[in-house]
């Protein structure tokens, strides 16, 4: 799974990644002209945290998301758009879904480049650039099939009514997400890797004079850009930054005084994965308590898949436990003497929280 972060010039996108990867990559002017940065956060979950200590496990793995961070989107003068840069494009189709940073703080060092504070605005630029690029590829597609006259065969006239139904609702200004879309008109469009297609959290930078009423300062944005696969939030950079840097119990004293409840790099990286319709199962040893990533909905065989291919092949049945139940009942035998072990078959539709051990003969 793969999140591109994009934004304006100088709005935030490398500090917040340096926030969610844990790396240091170089911030502040001009660095986002050179190349994108690429990185990894894990995703927090203290179920794998408890389940290693239950079983005072060598080693915890937690799931992972990869980010890009683009360069920054330069605005155009008046109402005119620039277009996307080509690289730019390219690095964002290839993602899952875009986070979006506006900058929304004052710092007297780092010039602003529209010469004035307005997220409200940078966000419709931004959409508006994302509108364009996709409007571009749907009209060039179009145009390509018209041209084909004759031999027009089924399948390319219901994608062409399609991309024609796209191309409305862009020239309405909304997202190719808006659109009510079947499973097999989400195949259709899936190859063209829309942007206005992907799930988008919007984070808003806001200065530490704002954070105690961010909510009200979130609102304006969240109401533009209300819809599905949209989430808005907010953050900090450089409380986050100290709050990074602290060990576990002073940051946690830290966020209590300043009245978070969680650190915003934990937040946005939840908020991603959900919006990605993600989940974890667990499975657990004394070698390794480990997440597992898996969309919602999939069957047990399949998630056996992203173990092992042979898991997958040769998959019989999956012994299931709650991971609720395993703390509650503190071992395996114990679960099972209350008839907590479930066995399952290839059709089985993992949840959440489901702790797998896959029994396989290959
Ligand atoms: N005061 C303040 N400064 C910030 C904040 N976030 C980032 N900065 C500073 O703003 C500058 C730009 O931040 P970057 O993270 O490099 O921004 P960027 O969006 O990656 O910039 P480009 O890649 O050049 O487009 C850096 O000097 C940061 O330290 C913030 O919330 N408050
Ligand atoms: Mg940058």
């Known amino acids: 799974m793969e999140i591109g972060i994009v934004g304006l010039p100088l709005s935030g996108k490398t500090t917040l990644f340096n926030l969610l990867t844990r790396s240091s990559a170089e911030t502040g002017f001009g660095s986002g002209r050179k190349k994108s940065n690429v990185g990894q956060s894990r995703v927090p979950d203290p179920r794998v945290d408890r389940l290693g200590e239950m079983w005072k496990t060598k080693k915890t793995t937690h799931a992972t998301i990869r980010y890009v961070d683009v360069a920054g989107v330069e605005q155009a003068s008046g109402h005119e758009t620039k277009g996307l840069p080509a690289e730019v494009v390219g690095d964002l189709k290839a993602t899952d879904a875009l986070l979006v940073v506006l900058r929304d703080f004052e710092n007297a060092e ?205 998959f019989i049945r999956a012994e299931v436990i709650r991971y609720e139940d395993f703390v509650a009942h503190g071992s395996h035998a114990h679960c099972r003497e209350k008839g907590l072990v479930r066995l399952e078959g290839k059709e089985y539709v993992v949840q959440d929280g489901d702790i797998l051990n896959i029994r396989f003969g290959v």
């Open 110 to 314: 780092v010039p602003l480049p529209d010469g004035s504070l307005d997220p409200v605005r940078d966000l419709e630029t931004l959409r508006t650039e994302f509108l364009f690029s996709d409007l571009a590829i749907v009209e060039n597609r179009i145009e390509r099939l018209a041209k084909q006259k004759g031999k027009v065969d089924k399948a390319q006239e219901i994608e062409k009514k399609l991309l024609e139904r796209c191309r409305e609702v862009l020239e309405g200004e909304k997202r190719i997400a808006d659109l009510p879309l079947d499973e097999e008109e989400r195949k259709i469009l899936r190859g063209f890797q829309f942007l206005t297609m992907k799930p988008l959290v919007v984070a808003l930078n806001v200065s530490e004079a704002d954070l105690p009423r961010a909510a009200e300062v979130v609102a304006p944005i969240a109401a533009r850009i209300d819809g599905p696969l949209v989430h808005t939030t907010f953050l900090c950079a450089p409380i986050e930054k100290e709050i990074s840097e602290l060990g576990p119990e002073d940051a946690r004293a830290f966020m209590d005084d300043l009245g978070l409840p969680e650190s915003a790099a934990d937040r946005i990286i939840r908020s991603c994965y959900e919006l990605l319709g993600l989940i974890s199962f667990l499975t657990m040893g004394d070698d390794e308590c480990r997440a597992w990533t898996i969309r919602k909905g999939t069957h047990a065989q399949q998630a056996a898949g992203t173990i092992h291919s042979d898991l997958e092949r040769g």
